[in-house]
Structure formats: structure tokens, C-alpha cells
């Protein structure tokens, strides 16, 4: 039997009765610095896997995805960290109200990159927002020419897998081949196909296929609607090998906030099943509280 198959078969596996863990040193993992969630995930995401964060608006996905980036930087891990919502000042600004400050990786923007103002060496910190994106997709434009295939948009799939691979580029990695540790964060994939949510998951093996890495550990936000409790868009869940979903309860009914996260599925890992719920705190960021210390 060959090494990578008897590590799957051995995984982690909990002793009936006694509520021991047996742990299997062949997984390596990726925290998210949020003890609670950490413990939750037997350590963190396994190296390698791509998962994805589910929720409404306001849910606290993208701190949970600061959490990530902040943690693997500490650990002098690179990051590429893509936000579609927001420019990522903004990203930096709100991090600092939960004593995370992304500044002091001195973070690179890949707009800078591609328009030859930033010459990078040894980057940590890539960054992708949304004009990083529009100039991917205006050196896209140039170099396909007339007659070549030109992306739709800026905010499109094609582009997107471009400007990551140009920050693959800018750290380093070659012909796919990753040194060291590294995480990707994207905020969020749902502006991808707002205008074809049939295209999702197409759109989702097509990403992954192009991205994938054994040594990037991937952690995507995925949007939900509300009023309908629906992705937009569906398909993301399909290529994802763990799903963290967050939600709050109607405030109609409860008359104040509260927040829940639930590990849905993760593979290569024996994973807490209850939900824990969100507070948010500042100066700390999330914090995970068991469903049965909140009764």
C-alpha cells in the first residue's frame, strides 16, 4: 500500500465510549488562529483542500477570512488574498479594529505589479481587488488582440484565474511547483456569476482545476440570499472538500443578533458536529462560544 493511500485510511478516528482522539501526524494543517474553531478542526483546514465559507451578509465570513490570512502570515506563510467587495484599504482598516494589522507584511497589489510601479521581492502578501482585477483584465484585452479571445469582464472567471496566477508568479512558484505553505483567500466568488448563477459550478471545476496546488490551502466565501437562504449561485459547494457555513437567526423573532457557525463537512478530518455561536468582538475578531455554554 503506498504512503498517500495509508494516510487516508488512517485517519483520525475517536475511541467508542472513551471520547479519545487518535490524531494521524501525516495531515498537515492550516489555522485559522480562532482557538475554538482550531479545536473544532482537529488543528485547522489540511493543507492542500479547498473550503468553502457559506452565509448572509453580515455572518462575519470576511473576518473569518482575515483570521486566516493574519495567521498564516504570522507563521511566515505567503498569502495572495483576493477581495472583490471591497479595496482591500478597507480590508486593512477593519482588520485593525480586531488587532490583526496586514500593513507590517508590507502587502503587495498586484495593479502595482502589472503596471510596473512595484518591482516585488520576497512578497508575503499579494493582494487581488478590484482594480488589480480590471488591470488583469485590460492586459488580457491587450494581449489577445482582435482576433483573440478576450475575457467578458472584470469580474469574470478567466480574469480572475489570470491575476491569480500572476501572483503565483510574484511568489515564486514555478511551473505549479510550491516551496513552501501558502494560502489563497477568495472574497467572495458569488461576483463571479451574479450575471450566470446556472455557471457555477462549471465555473467552480474550472477554477479549481486551473489553481490547484498541493501546498495552497484555499478558503472561499460564498454569498447567501437572505430572503431565500440559497446560494447565488450553485455549484461552489460541489468542488469544495469542507464547508463552514454561517448564519444569524431572524432578528424579527429573536429581537437582538446572534450568530452561528457549523462545520459542515471537512474532509481528512474528524470534526467537531455541533454549531458554535459568533461573537464578534473588537480587539479580538471572532470568537467561538459551544452551543451549550450559550444555554
Known amino acids: 500500500m503506498n504512503n498517500t493511500l495509508n494516510t487516508l485510511l488512517i485517519m483520525?478516528?475517536?475511541?467508542?465510549?472513551?471520547?479519545?482522539?487518535?490524531?494521524?501526524?501525516?495531515?498537515?494543517?492550516e489555522a485559522f488562529g480562532i482557538d475554538a474553531l482550531d479545536d473544532a478542526l482537529e488543528g485547522g483546514l489540511p493543507r492542500g483542500t479547498w473550503t468553502v465559507v457559506t452565509g448572509e451578509p453580515g455572518v462575519g465570513k470576511s473576518i473569518l477570512c482575515m483570521h486566516f490570512a493574519y495567521t498564516g502570515l504570522e507563521d511566515d506563510e505567503p498569502v495572495i488574498y483576493v477581495t472583490t467587495e471591497t479595496s482591500f484599504r478597507d480590508v486593512v482598516r477593519q482588520a485593525r479594529q480586531f488587532n490583526m494589522d496586514l500593513t507590517q507584511f508590507k502587502p503587495v497589489n498586484l495593479s502595482d505589479v502589472l503596471s510596473g510601479r512595484v518591482k516585488p521581492e520576497n512578497a508575503k502578501l499579494v493582494v487581488i481587488d478590484l482594480f488589480g482585477l480590471y488591470r488583469q483584465y485590460r492586459e488580457m484585452v491587450k494581449e489577445a488582440g482582435e482576433e483573440g479571445r478576450r475575457p467578458s469582464r472584470a469580474l469574470s472567471i478567466e480574469v480572475?484565474?489570470?491575476?491569480?496566477?500572476?501572483?503565483?508568479?510574484?511568489l515564486g512558484f514555478s511551473e505549479g511547483k510550491v516551496s513552501e505553505p501558502s494560502r489563497l483567500i477568495i472574497d467572495s466568488m458569488t461576483a463571479f456569476w451574479a450575471d450566470k448563477p446556472a455557471m457555477?459550478?462549471?465555473?467552480?471545476?474550472?477554477?479549481?482545476?486551473?489553481?490547484?496546488?498541493?501546498?495552497?490551502?484555499?478558503?472561499?466565501?460564498?454569498?447567501?440570499?437572505p430572503t431565500t437562504e440559497a446560494s447565488f449561485g450553485f455549484g461552489l459547494e460541489h468542488i469544495a472538500d469542507g464547508i463552514i457555513h454561517m448564519w444569524m437567526d431572524k432578528v424579527e423573532q429573536t429581537k437582538t443578533i446572534r450568530r452561528w457557525l457549523i462545520i459542515k463537512k471537512m474532509r481528512l478530518t474528524n470534526h467537531a458536529k455541533d454549531a458554535y455561536q459568533v461573537d464578534i468582538q473588537p480587539g479580538?475578531?471572532?470568537?467561538?462560544?459551544?452551543?451549550?455554554?450559550t444555554q
Open 284 to 293: 479580538k475578531g471572532l470568537i467561538l462560544i459551544e452551543a451549550n455554554e
Open 200 to 225: 457555477a459550478r462549471a465555473y467552480s471545476y474550472a477554477l479549481r482545476q486551473s489553481l490547484y496546488r498541493s501546498n495552497i490551502t484555499a478558503l472561499l466565501v460564498s454569498q447567501y440570499a
Open 12 to 29: 483520525e478516528k475517536r475511541t467508542e465510549g472513551k471520547g479519545e482522539v487518535r490524531r494521524s501526524e501525516d495531515v498537515e494543517r
Open 160 to 170: 480572475l484565474e489570470g491575476a491569480v496566477r500572476k501572483a503565483y508568479e510574484v
